[in-house]
């Protein structure tokens, strides 16, 4: 499918796990990004990436690790899960300035 | 530090009227200023991009404006319906090279039939 997915859909996980979302497009845009959504913050960036093997820190990078070797990938780990990173997690590519958005990732830390 | 600020309360219309939102920003000098549709369990959706060279910009219902000396854009539905029920943000983008969006909290927008 066209697009950009992002999986699992929802996710329910342990305080101190480490937890991999996924993100993927089919489009070859050259940007993508993770935002996390919280009430009372609205969108975050966490971290971004120009293109394949380059990445760099968001406004709220702590306690996440993202990679990018494939242009249409850009998974986002958090190493050690905290109930501070329950959120809903949404993915987005670029390529000239409109994003386009996944339906997210609604991660709950138990 | 850099501050977007959307209406907080929702905005409550009739069908038929024309929805304003507003979306100010300080300590900020974007290239571009874009607006977006959320929909409850949903990603935001694209809706319009205005460059800081321009005053207004139309999409069918939609028109959006962009004043870099009050630092303030204004998102205009006219004839709204029911079904732009939804949440807007608006974004800016420095234009850093890197196309990162900063996203204002958003403002609810609820129409009445």
């Known amino acids: 499918d066209a697009g950009i997915t992002q999986s699992p859909r929802y996710k329910i996980t342990e305080t101190g796990r480490q937890v991999t979302l996924m993100c993927h497009q089919t489009?070859?845009?050259?940007?993508m990004f993770w935002y996390r959504q919280d009430l009372g913050h609205g969108l975050r960036l966490i971290y971004y990436?120009?293109?394949?093997?380059?990445?760099d820190k968001g406004e709220v990078p702590d306690g996440y690790v993202v990679s990018r070797s494939k242009t249409e990938n850009f998974p986002l780990t958090l190493e050690s899960a905290t109930r501070s990173q329950t959120s809903v997690y949404f993915c987005a590519s670029s390529e000239s300035g409109e994003a386009f958005f996944g339906q997210g990732t609604r991660l709950t830390v138990v | 530090s850099q501050k977007i600020e959307q209406n907080s309360e929702a905005l409550n219309i009739q069908e038929g009227k024309t929805a304003t939102l507003t979306c100010n920003y300080t300590?900020?000098?974007?290239?571009?200023l874009q607006w977006y549709r959320q929909d409850p369990g949903r990603g935001p959706v694209f809706l319009l991009l205005i460059r800081e060279n321009e005053k207004e910009k139309r999409k069918e219902r939609l028109k959006v404006t962009f004043d870099t000396t009050l630092k303030q854009s204004l998102f205009h539905i006219t004839a709204s319906q029911p079904a732009d029920s939804a949440t807007y943000l608006c974004?800016?983008?420095?234009?850093?090279?890197?196309?990162?969006?900063?996203f204002g909290k958003g403002t609810m927008l609820l129409v009445s039939p």
């Open positions: 489009w070859s845009h050259s940007y």
């Open positions: 990436s120009a293109a394949a093997d380059i990445t």
């Open positions: 974004a800016l983008d420095p234009a850093s090279g890197y196309s990162t969006l900063t």
């Open positions: 300590n900020y000098s974007p290239a571009y």
